[in-house]
């Protein structure tokens, strides 16, 4: 079992940046390909970034592109997503995944997950 905490979130004005991180525990981290979702009230949790096993591979969603940057330190145990530039539909609650494998978009192919930090941006 892999146990993710994520920290960073907060409110910041448009433009502004954030360092997202997601510590992990009871697992090898180097085998998990790391996860970046966020969901918004009464939508679907939706992709935002991932990172392989060793950091040689990242994936990002089309929005976030150039903007976001998500990256792992092994020895740490920890992903974080850089996010510079932040725009209001930002806004929502990133939680942080993990599986085993080849990396996926899809959030039912993610066994491990964090509780959750609420990033607000204000316009």
């Known amino acids: 079992q892999v146990q993710l905490v994520e920290s960073g979130g907060g409110l910041v004005q448009t433009g502004g940046s954030l360092r997202l991180s997601c510590a992990a525990s009871?697992?090898?981290?180097?085998?998990?390909?790391m996860a970046w979702f966020r969901q918004v009230p009464g939508k679907d949790r939706e992709f935002v970034a991932a990172?392989?096993?060793?950091?040689?591979?990242?994936f990002y969603e089309d929005s976030v592109k150039g903007r976001f940057t998500i990256s792992r330190d092994n020895a740490k145990n920890t992903v974080y997503l850089q996010m510079n530039s932040l725009k209001p539909e930002d806004t929502a609650v990133y939680y942080c995944?993990?599986?085993?494998?080849?990396?996926?978009?899809?959030?039912?192919?993610?066994?491990?997950w964090g509780q959750g930090t609420q990033v607000t941006v204000s316009s």
């Open positions: 995944a993990a599986r085993r494998g080849v990396y996926s978009r899809n959030r039912y192919e993610y066994d491990f």
């Open positions: 009871g697992g090898a981290f180097s085998v998990y390909i």
């Open positions: 990172i392989s096993g060793f950091g040689g591979s990242r």
